[in-house]
């Protein structure tokens, strides 16, 4: 037998195979000896498939087989038949048939691996990024890889049938405006310069439209050197695309239609289109977030008429000094006063709120509650007008604080409810449009105005008149099931407004031109108007897979502290390379 040959996949043979000689290679994932026969499971990436091996009919053959261990790889000839029907496995998709080898060939062997593969998900996250190969062998990775590249053709397909164009734009490339850290590249031929790995391809891909591309996408690698956060990597992939004479809703409209296509690609359905749309104001006032996860309900409703002349101190000078009285109530639940002090607890140490009230109600509906001298004797009606659904079996609680500091605690206090109530359903994609962005935010610290999206936003007419924090942009997000899957905006494209936008984010005319000299002088050169999103792929692998952690859709990705065990990088390169680049480790 020559050393391999494969005539079909391992987990393609069904009945049209039975009594055909093929040839299968792969890798043992198991070896039994049961003194009569021996079997081995072998392995590809579309499943498995048992040999079996009789000594009695070719005793040389099973010699051989003895010597074979698990994750060898083999390449075997035989014939398909039918398992004896005590062995038939209704959990394998070849699990009728089996092969009875006719020739066999050892390819490669394997040592003991650090770790078994059906144990992975138990084995240090290290130990598995240091032999990823092994790690990517196991059948639900194989999966993942497979969903990936599939996701990825539905989105290529798509774009192209919509007359996108796919372009490659520079990774050498100069510092862009998402506002992480960058990872920077020394020049050697431009001593003392350095390249920037793009955060995103946002100023090629606008600078394209100024090309007369008109649509454009490209599956692009981003870099942002940021502290790792829980699903973050250093390197990630965004399905980004940008579009000219276009508004809104022609983006939105493309986006859904792309993720449509995966949709029908991996799970053979369509989504129910088009998604709601829901301005940044309304979500953020019912749900504490721009990120809303509304599989369940436990919206915030605001009490502060209520309290309006309490007695309570705390309470009173919230609300008069501007800020608000947040509610959210949780239906037909008994909080036992212990369980009601562990939220209370949770709140101000977790989310670090200024306090934690809470109101349960007696049959009749009187409150019972550490404030309860303090509520109107006809609370429970007045509530009830507010949430029309009240009943004595519910509990209310209350934050209070400044408007958006009260929301953001009642925001994840409602998260923190649903899962700790089993209120989220896992089967569901609940995706949705958050539009009208706040164009700036406001730095504390800083003192200054932030880009909440990027500074080439465009902001919504009207906005030379308006206070800065008023300004509303041409900016929308899209959210699934309370993550964001991706975000876009129609772009400024004339240089005036650019500027002026530039001033409010406290970027000097001097130095607009210093980093996006480029663009502005693009400006001045017949620029359409535009506008376009990314999409977090990995995030959208995530979410069709279920996946808990970002590392689990990526094939090589880097652990917390931004090495890769496997190839050992970051590491430290020649004192000649380091002479070639003109640096100098200090
Ligand atoms: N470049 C933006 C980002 O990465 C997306 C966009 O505005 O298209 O967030």
């Known amino acids: 037998m020559q050393e391999f040959r494969r005539s079909v996949y391992c987990g393609q043979i069904d009945k049209l195979f039975l009594n055909k000689e093929i040839f299968l290679a792969g890798w043992v ?298 509610a959210i109530c949780v239906p037909n639940k008994n909080f036992s006063r212990s369980d009601l002090d562990k939220w209370v607890k949770f709140a101000t140490d977790r989310l670090k709120a200024k306090g934690l009230l809470w109101i349960g109600f007696a049959e009749d509906g009187s409150a019972l509650s550490s404030i309860a001298k303090f509520l109107p004797t006809n609370f429970f009606l007045e509530a009830r007008k507010i949430i029309t659904s009240l009943t004595p079996a519910d509990t209310i609680f209350l934050v209070a604080d400044k408007y958006e500091s009260a929301w953001r605690v009642l925001g994840r206090l409602r998260n923190e409810f649903a899962k700790k109530f089993d209120l989220i359903s896992d089967n569901e994609f609940n995706m949705c449009w958050v539009t009208d962005f706040p164009l700036l935010e406001w730095d504390d610290e800083q003192k200054r105005y932030f880009a909440k999206h990027h500074p080439f936003t465009a902001p919504q007419h009207g906005w030379e008149n308006l206070d800065p924090s008023k300004i509303k942009a041409r900016a929308y997000d899209i959210v699934c099931n309370g993550e964001e899957l991706g975000g876009g905006s129609i772009r400024i494209h004339d240089k005036k407004t650019q500027i002026k936008i530039f001033e409010l984010l406290g970027i000097s005319t001097k130095e607009a031109k210093e980093k996006f000299g480029f663009l502005l002088q693009a400006h001045e050169f017949g620029f359409p108007p535009h506008g376009g999103i990314a999409l977090g792929l990995d995030r959208l692998i995530m979410l069709i897979t279920k996946a808990n952690s970002i590392r689990d859709v990526i094939a090589f990705p880097k652990m917390q502290s931004g090495i890769c065990p496997m190839i050992n990088t970051p590491s430290v390169v020649s004192s000649k390379q380091l002479k070639d680049l003109h640096l100098k480790i200090i």
Not at 62 to 80: C, L, M, N, P, Y
Not at 127 to 151: F, N
């Open 29 to 326: 994932d198991n070896i039994r000896d049961h003194g009569g026969l021996i079997f081995i499971d072998l392995r590809d990436r579309t499943g498995i498939m048992q040999l079996v091996i009789n000594p009695e009919k070719n005793n040389e053959l099973a010699e051989k087989a003895k010597t074979i261990r698990a994750e060898f790889v083999i390449s075997v000839r035989g014939k398909v038949i039918n398992r004896t029907k005590e062995n038939i496995n209704e959990n394998l998709k070849t699990g009728k048939f089996e092969l009875n080898v006719l020739d066999l060939s050892i390819v490669s062997k394997s040592k003991p691996l650090p770790y078994q593969l059906d144990d992975a998900d138990n084995v240090d996250d290290e130990l598995r990024l240091k032999y990823r190969y092994l790690d990517l062998r196991r059948e639900k990775m194989q999966k993942m890889l497979k969903i990936r590249c599939d996701a990825v053709f539905a989105v290529r397909e798509y774009l192209i049938k919509k007359e996108f164009y796919e372009i490659e734009t520079p990774i050498l490339s100069k510092s862009t405006p998402e506002g992480a850290r960058d990872f920077l590249v020394p020049s050697r031929l431009q001593h003392g310069e350095f390249y920037a790995l793009p955060q995103s391809p946002q100023i090629y891909k606008q600078l394209l439209m100024a090309s007369g591309v008109d649509k454009y996408f490209q599956i692009a690698k981003c870099f942002r050197d940021e502290d790792f956060r829980a699903n973050r990597q250093p390197e990630f992939s965004q399905i980004d695309l940008e579009m000219s004479f276009v508004q809104e809703t022609d983006v939105q409209d493309i986006c859904e239609g792309v993720l449509n296509s995966v949709w029908e690609k991996i799970f053979n359905k369509t989504l129910k289109l088009p998604l709601p749309r829901l301005s940044y104001d309304e979500v953020f006032f019912k749900f504490g977030t721009d990120k809303p996860d509304m599989r369940f309900g436990l919206e915030i409703n605001d009490f502060t008429n209520l309290f309006e002349s309490t007695k309570l101190k705390f309470l009173k000078s919230v609300i008069d000094n501007g800020g608000k009285v947040g």
